[in-house]
């Protein structure tokens, strides 16, 4: 998934359609308050970021997301109308990765796209966010509002297995099954500790996960 931050909505949609043309899933969103909203249910892979912006500009928004555990790695594209030399400075030794200046080519964007994201390796990929909660699995980190949490070898997959069922009720039986690697017959117990010792780690963010009863568990970002 790649976001555009974009308030020219002309611009935004062509590079939306450019993006979904190369085979890319793309969305975007026109103020920074849209756009941190989107953060908190997903990870983007990429963003292609406007430096002006209505409610908050683009360096700003930058110096937050490298300021982030679970945000620092994520590419990022600096689009913007100006042309000025120290304004290019500015966004690189801000923590951009790259620069497009408007206006641009079509097919310029779509290969400087391709070449970060080969450059970073996908650095959204093994990210798992639920609210605020995200999981980066190739780091084996779990971060609350971008604050790391220790988990468990056994908590850190439960977590793991919930999150990239989102919205899905996991079985007790299969939960035994993926993260104990045994069968759940007399083995209830075990999963109820983990998942309370989880929520605890957890704090507020512990209500993402939800108790069915007589079924098993289910991560939930409108549980409250």
Known sequence: MIYIVEDDR???EIELFALKNSGYTAAGFETAKDFYKAMESKLPELILLDIMLPDEDGLTILRKLRARADTQKIPV????????????VKGLDGGAD????KPFGVMEMISRVKALLRRSGGAGEGLLTCGSVTLDKEKRMV???????ELTYKEFELLRLLMKNHGI??????????VWDSSFEGESRTIDV????LRQKLGSSGTLIKTIRN?????DSTAK
């Open 169 to 178: 009720v996991i079985s007790r039986d299969v939960i035994m099954e993926r």
């Open 77 to 88: 594209i600096l689009v913007t109308a100006k042309s000025a030399e120290i304004d290019k």
């Open 10 to 12: 002309n611009i935004q």
């Open 194 to 197: 983990h998942v309370r010792t």
């Open 215 to 219: 079924v098993g568990y289910m991560i």
């Open 143 to 149: 971060y609350v509002d971008g604050e790391p949490v």
């Open 98 to 101: 790259d620069y497009i200046t």
